[in-house]
Structure formats: C-alpha cells, structure tokens
C-alpha cells in the first residue's frame, strides 16, 4: 500500500543547532512530494515541494530537503534552528498524476533556548 | 492575495446540533477538500468536490455531508456531532486538470476551523 513515513514523532534540539527531519515513501513510481508546517491552531503551509528537475529543493524559511530515489527518502533540513521554528512538520506525497495527497503521521519539532 | 479561508476559525456547538463550516476560495481552483485533524493526528481525507462530483471517502460517516455551490464555496456540515467529532477541521483547494495533462495536486490550506462539541 502507498504509504508515507515519518520516523521520528518528537524531535526536540537547541536553539541554533541544525536539525533533520525524516522522511521515507513506499513507492519509487512517479511521485510528487511535500513538506507542510503546522503551527498550534493554524492550517497546513507548504515549506517546499518535489515536483521534478534538481533533486535538492530549498523553500521558505531556510528549509530545505533532498529528494533520494534509491532511498525512497525525502528528509528535511535547516542548518540552524531558531524558536519560532517550532512546530508540527508533515511530509506528503502525491503517487500519481492527480492522485491523493497522502500524509505522514508528523513531526514535532520543539526547539529550546 | 489569493487564499483560501474559513470561518468561523473557532465553532463551539452542542452535542447533536448541527453545524456547518464554511470555506472559500479566490485561487479559482476546481478541487477543494475537507480533512479532519484529530489532536496530534496528520489531517484525514474526508471528502472531495471535483468541480461539482462530489467524491466521497469510503471511511466518512453519513453524518458528514459536504456541499458546493459555485467554485468559490464548499461547506462542511455536521447533522448530529458527537463528542468524537471535535477536532480542526482544514478546507484545501487544488487545481488539477484532466488526464493528459501534469498534475501534481499541490494543495493549498485554509487555516482551519476548530469544533467544540459539549
């Protein structure tokens, strides 16, 4: 089945030190994929997306990820985090041309002065 | 700016009372959707208008009926809420085209409406 995960659920780290985000898919078959942010009580805001071309896609926020086929991976990172980066981070992924957004379960991302 | 909202952004109802929540859109988009999210849950698919199909999730309860009435509105209504259906609810819009054509359904979210249920 299509899956999508996310393999850590809580990941807290100091102010200014870097941070990755994990994520893997289930399927190497044509994929579209997506890192959103949640923030308490707000909707879902997209960081960057995988669509095609350059394997790594930077986005707002100095985000960015790496998208690894062979790994069926799409990590996320930022080499230095600040406070209000903390957050709920979901990863997404699309397996087919109009198909579904899937989610993965999410990532709490608490980061402490 | 185009975006998507929603209101109201907090709903607070009663136990059986029904409720509708709104969401609008001036992306002009054909797809909008309504997820449910549970506290520390990743959002929940719960139906879909593709242009005026209605396409229902298998798992959706009957109490949980959907309308569109133009491109730029879809309302989320709750017949009878039970306590187990407080949670944030999220209104997306996508624009994604017939087959034969790139279609990558990037989604676009509103900020939410969260539902009380006493």
Redesign the interface.
């Known amino acids: 089945a299509q899956s999508v995960t996310q393999l850590d659920s809580q990941v807290p780290v100091f102010e200014e030190a870097p941070v990755e985000l994990r994520c893997n898919y289930s399927s190497s078959v044509s994929v579209y994929l997506f890192w959103y942010v949640q923030y308490p009580n707000q909707g879902l805001q997209l960081l960057l997306k995988y669509l095609s071309g350059s394997t790594l896609v930077k986005g707002i926020n100095g985000f960015e990820a790496e998208f690894n086929k062979s790994q069926t991976s799409f990590h996320l990172r930022k080499p230095s985090v600040h406070i209000s980066d903390t957050a709920e981070y979901f990863c997404a992924v699309v397996y087919n041309q109009g198909g579904k957004l899937i989610f993965g379960q999410g990532t709490e991302l608490s980061v402490k002065p | 700016d185009a975006m998507?909202i929603?209101n109201p952004r907090y709903q607070v109802t009663q136990f059986g009372k029904p409720v509708t929540l709104s969401c609008s859109q001036t992306l002009n988009h054909n797809v909008m959707y309504w997820y449910q999210q549970k506290s520390?849950?990743?959002?929940k698919?719960l139906f879909h208008y593709y242009d005026k199909d209605f396409n229902n999730e298998a798992d959706t309860p009957d109490n949980f009926q959907s309308r569109r009435p133009n491109t730029s509105f879809c309302f989320l209504d709750i017949r009878s809420p039970g306590l187990g259906d407080a949670a944030?609810y999220?209104c997306?819009t996508s624009r994604?085209?017939a087959?034969g054509g790139?279609?990558?359904?990037?989604?676009?979210?509103?900020?939410?409406t969260?539902l009380t249920v006493l």
């Open positions: 998507v929603q520390s849950q990743a959002p698919l944030m999220l997306a994604v085209t087959s790139q279609s990558y359904n990037e989604q676009f979210f509103g900020p939410g969260r």
